[in-house]
């Protein structure tokens, strides 16, 4: 990939800041960015990636501002938005948050980035941490006027600094599943995924190697062991750079020197067939020709020693609906006009508990009663489960090995 240009802009699309890599796109096509956006949100066309007059521009909105990159080359896409969110990561690091009023303040920093992160058109470092070594706000004050390439810049490990100290070695480590289910009018699963991220945070000294084992399928067959423990299939897995490619295709081991702090590991996904953890029944009764009664169950379906946290049940309603009057066993419910919805809301729900809603609500003319009778969105429910994972995936062990001994 090789971007031309990289501008951040405002809300109204006019220039805060750019850095020209390449020299072969002006200015102008920035000026007709808001324009060109513009002209596809109308014709329902929205795209993270436009192309106008031979230029293609890729951009990514953050809050009130506007990372774009343009370039006049056939370059891969894909890359470029994931260097995009990775500058933003690296504006929140300095920054804190990423908008207007920070880009302003800090605009010298900005450049210096700038300047740092991408060379001649293609990226260099994207980690916060390498960065601040010689990149410093006042946070980060220099002691002195020599300036020293840091070790990660010149060495193979990138992401991480030799000569790191902590008064204790510390490694956390959490996975994190977030479950997507479509489930029909009949009952029926019509859409079951499971998308999951390793997080780590590590506070180890020196350079450690670590070595992380999985209750992973493809391993367990190659091992003989297929029934003496729960396999998972994983598909679709990304590591963090960190992680040794060749020798996790060789022999399925997940092996890697860590970045210090937190980072995602891995992440990856699960196509099964996964029973609904809060099954949700929603009755309609129409007393009069104005006039709506829902009874809502909402039933958790996993074991007594689980809760669910944080759970969150938003049930559509017309959009002319009126002065709706809730009963809830457990809970709140709070009617959201704007987003035409009410939203029942519980702190905890304990495995193998079932709560009752009831509503009402008046609907002010006939034509709105019969549109109750027409395809109404889904009922959407969100929620946390902590220890808990709905693959069953694993970690089996977590070894660290210090090089230096």
Not at 2 to 24: E, M, N, P, T
Not at 84 to 100: C, D, G, I, P, R
Not at 189 to 207: C, D, I, P, Q
Not at 261 to 273: E, H, I, K, W
């Amino acid at each position: 990939m090789s971007v031309s240009a990289i501008f951040i802009l405002d809300v109204k699309g006019r220039i805060l800041i750019y850095r020209d890599y390449r020299g072969d796109v002006s200015t102008k096509y920035a000026e007709k960015f808001m324009s060109k956006l513009n002209e596809s949100e109308d014709s329902g066309k929205l795209s993270p990636i436009l192309h106008d007059e031979g230029i293609t521009y890729l951009y990514l909105q953050h809050s009130n501002v506007y990372l774009l990159a343009v370039t006049q080359q056939n370059v891969n896409a894909t890359a470029v938005m994931t260097f995009l969110h990775s500058l933003t990561a690296v504006f929140k690091h300095y920054f804190e948050e990423v908008e207007e009023e920070s880009i302003r303040d800090n605009f010298v920093t900005v450049y210096e980035l700038l300047d740092e992160v991408m060379d001649y058109g293609y990226p260099q470092f994207t980690e916060a941490q390498i960065l601040q070594e010689f990149i410093k706000t006042d946070s980060y004050r220099m002691e002195s006027n020599i300036v020293k390439p840091p070790m990660a810049v010149t060495n193979a490990v990138s992401w991480r600094s030799e000569g790191i100290k902590h008064k204790k070695n510390e490694v956390f480590l959490d996975v994190v599943e977030s479950v997507n289910l479509l489930v029909n009018s009949n009952g029926t699963v019509v859409l079951s995924e499971v998308a999951g991220v390793l997080k780590m945070r590590t506070y180890l000294s020196g350079m450690p190697e670590c070595k992380l084992g999985l209750n992973d399928k493809v391993l367990f067959e190659a091992q003989g062991r297929n029934n003496r423990q729960k396999a998972v299939d994983l598909e679709d897995i990304k590591f963090h750079q960190c992680v040794r490619l060749a020798r996790f295709d060789n022999d399925r081991t997940i092996s890697f020197i860590p970045p210090d702090g937190a980072f995602d590991l891995m992440t990856y996904r699960l196509s099964q067939n996964i029973k609904p953890l809060i099954w949700v029944e929603c009755l309609v009764e129409r007393p009069s020709r104005s006039r709506t009664d829902y009874v809502v169950k909402a039933r958790s379906q996993f074991k007594e020693r689980s809760v669910a946290t944080n759970v969150e049940i938003m049930l559509p309603l017309p959009s002319d609906t009126t002065a709706p009057v809730t009963r809830c066993s457990q809970g709140s419910a709070i009617y959201a006009p704007e987003k035409s919805a009410l939203v029942w809301q519980m702190r905890n729900f304990p495995g193998g508990k079932e709560y009752m809603l009831r509503c009402h609500f008046n609907l002010p003319s006939v034509a709105a009663e019969e549109e109750t009778h027409s395809k109404m969105p889904p009922i959407k429910v969100k929620f946390e489960i902590p220890y808990f994972t709905v693959s069953g995936m694993q970690v089996r062990y977590l070894k660290v090995i210090e090089k230096s001994g």
